[in-house]
Nanobody, 121 residues
Framework: VQLQASGGGLAQAGGSLRLSCEAS????????VAWFRQTPGMERKFVAS????????YYADSVKGRFIISRVTATDTVYLQMNYLKPEDTAVYSC???????????????WGQGTQVTVSS
């Protein structure tokens, strides 16, 4: 499974961005997908995840109520809608796929390249 992340860019505080994670294989529909983010010198941190069915979603406390993760099975795409952005959301965001949802990056088997999100104050 290959994952392609896109949608990053520059936003002002309070603004919105939508990230996309597109899978190359229809088998990806059976995988849980998560978004992680990382800033220089820091460990990669969990942001949000969604089960293969889309019925279960999980969020880090820092983004709960502001970010929404969703998936469209027909196009094998997972989205991360980021609203009310804050400067501390600035990071490289990566998507990952695995057999089950998890808060731990090592539980995911497939990773897309990162996309930079920069939020100015």
């Amino acid at each position: 499974v290959q994952l392609q992340a896109s949608g990053g860019g520059l936003a002002q505080a309070g603004g919105s961005l939508r990230l996309s994670c597109e899978a190359s294989s229809r088998s990806a529909s059976y995988y849980a997908v998560a978004w992680f983010r990382q800033t220089p010198g820091m460990e990669r941190k969990f942001v949000a995840s969604i089960s293969w069915s889309g019925g279960n979603t999980y969020y880090a406390d820092s983004v709960k109520g502001r970010f929404i993760i969703s998936r469209v099975t027909a196009t094998d795409t997972v989205y991360l809608q980021m609203n009310y952005l804050k400067p501390e959301d600035t990071a490289v965001y990566s998507c990952a796929a695995g057999s089950h949802t998890s808060y731990t990056d090592s539980d995911y088997d497939y990773w897309g390249q990162g996309t930079q999100v920069t939020v100015s104050s």
